[in-house]
């Protein structure tokens, strides 16, 4: 079907975008591409064929720049007057609207217009809302909580299923069928890839040890699944859940449990990384800090087995750092002292953890090779976008639990100080920070500048993805997580799909 020589571009480009949101192209990598490499190129006339609507050519605009080609907001020429507005004239078309809405969150910083457009159609999709047919309003009222560019892929897919099988015209019955038999074996391939993990979490033994952990095993291996959900890449899940848990006691350590003095003699051994520094921690501490040396051993193990042992020198050289960085933290927390908002951000930036989990995640990848990592150790604009994501919106989303902890949320309280604003102004200056390094990503992603792989790539935004559905509506879905996290674990590791 991708590939018949008789089939229009607009049919083919509509197949494209269901199989994709189907949560199926996985298996067609390569035939979407060779179209989508043959269509770019043609120099397709938007403007004057009566077939390219408003839906049509806001659709072929995501899908080009969701696969990194830098197509023109020119396309949207038709619609848009002298000065770039778009015309009053398009606000009856709730489908096109739609697909302008989606499509405005592939915009980079330079596309002001874009900006407008998502502006634009947020405030007119609401106010039609009410008067929507039933398919056409779900879709609506699940855009406008949760965009597919910011979506969790596998969640996104299970949503548009339901979606597609209700709807009336260019529904196709095969796909649906296909999509609930690949979604339900992809489904069972984590439940078993999820008792490997528990049952190492279970004889690791730290919840017995460390109570006051929080203990998320699970949410670590459904974060896993979000980062990457490809059937090859069991191995890459296991090591990336392993990574988190071990990640999210040790931030606990800092954040909720060790003295100044204790985790001041825990950073230095994390720097020493030698099993002979157990002795000089507290007893408490001991069984975490061998944990996770053993746990390295372990993966150096696995990976010398095909050539790539160096991968965890710098995943290791990333938790090193994301110590140093925590005991920086704890000392404000402990001491009450409040940095000033650029001292807080440059901290903040590694203690959102993706300086050690994307390196973490890429060890996991066969094909990730030594120069990826090297790229990776200079933090590039891709990786930073993602920091920034990962501090201001985790920011923003627990600031409430830290309020309820009698904490000092550092990075909001350190922001209001020195801007003179209030909480609700600090929250909203953090989010504007956080869409503009979206829009870093996005333009990070567009060949030429894609220099990388386009898989590890969307590695890194796929935890800029995590980071906005666990966090978003100003809520902590991971420390709250039977609120948070949980119905979106059910509906991707436990709920299947009747075929």
């Known amino acids: 079907m991708l590939l018949a020589p008789e089939t229009k571009m607009i049919d083919t480009m509509n197949l494209i975008n269901t199989i994709e949101r189907l949560g199926v192209s996985y298996h067609f990598e390569d035939e979407i591409e060779e179209k989508l490499q043959q269509y770019f190129h043609l120099n397709t006339n938007y403007h004057d064929d009566e077939a390219y609507d408003l839906y049509t050519v806001a659709l072929h605009f995501r899908l080009f720049r969701q696969h ?7 396309i949207f020429g038709k619609w848009s007057d002298a000065k770039g507005k778009f015309k009053e004239s398009i606000k009856s078309d709730a489908k096109g ?14 596309e002001t217009i874009l900006d407008d457009v998502l502006a634009f159609t947020t405030a007119t999709l609401k106010s039609m809302m009410p008067n929507l047919g039933s398919t056409l309003k779900k879709q609506v009222e699940r855009a406008l909580v949760q965009p597919l560019h910011f979506g969790i892929p596998r ?67 459904f974060w896993a ?11 890459a899940r296991a090591i990336i859940a392993k990574s988190i848990a071990i990640v999210s006691i040790i931030d606990d350590t800092y954040d909720a449990y060790g003295t100044i003095e204790e985790l001041e003699v825990f950073t230095e051994a994390m720097q020493w990384w030698d099993f002979g520094e157990i002795c ?18 372990q993966f150096e193990g696995e990976l010398a087995k095909e050539g790539r042992s160096y991968a965890s020198y710098y995943t290791i050289e990333g938790l090193k750092e994301l110590a140093r960085c925590y005991y920086e933290e704890a000392k404000w927390f402990l001491e009450g002292n409040l940095p000033t908002f650029e001292e807080y951000l440059k901290n903040g930036l590694i203690t959102s953890t993706f300086g050690y989990l994307v390196p973490s995640c890429f060890m996991g990848i066969g094909f990730a090779r030594k120069e990826d990592f090297e790229w990776l150790s200079k933090k590039p604009k ?13 920011d923003v989303g627990s600031y409430e639990t830290e309020m309820e902890r009698d904490q000092l949320a550092i990075g909001v309280e350190s922001y209001i100080k020195d801007n003179g604003v209030t909480k609700e102004e600090a929250m909203a200056k953090f989010m504007e ?20 792989s386009r898989d590890l790539l969307t590695f890194i935004l796929n935890f800029e993805r995590l980071t906005y559905v666990t966090y978003k509506d100003k809520e ?20 299947a799909f009747e075929v």
């Open 280 to 297: 000089r921690l507290p007893e408490y501490m001991r069984p975490l800090y061998k944990a996770i040396l053993e746990v390295y051993i």
């Open 68 to 74: 990194g080609y830098p197509i023109s907001t020119e």
């Open 382 to 394: 891709i990786l930073v976008a993602a920091f920034t994501i990962g501090c201001l919106v985790g």
């Open 225 to 235: 699944v979000a980062v990457h959900h490809e059937p090859q890449y069991s191995r």
């Open 155 to 221: 969640l996104e897919a299970r949503s548009y299923i339901a979606v597609h099988e209700e709807e009336e015209v260019h529904k196709n019955e095969t796909l649906i069928k296909f999509a609930k038999l690949d979604y339900n074996l992809l489904q069972m391939l984590y439940k078993e890839e999820l008792r490997q993990v528990s049952r190492w979490w279970r004889e690791l033994g730290l919840m017995s040890k460390l109570p006051c952990a929080r203990d998320r095993i699970v949410e670590c291996f």
């Open 433 to 452: 920070l956080s869409t503009n390094a979206f829009l870093d990503t996005n333009e990070e992603m567009l060949r030429p500048t894609c220099y990388k």
């Open 97 to 110: 609207l739609l697909s302008l809405y989606e499509a405005s969150y592939l915009r980079t910083r330079a």
């Open 476 to 495: 902590d879905g991971y420390t709250h997580s039977e609120k948070g996290l949980k119905p979106l674990i059910v509906a991707t590791l436990i709920d």
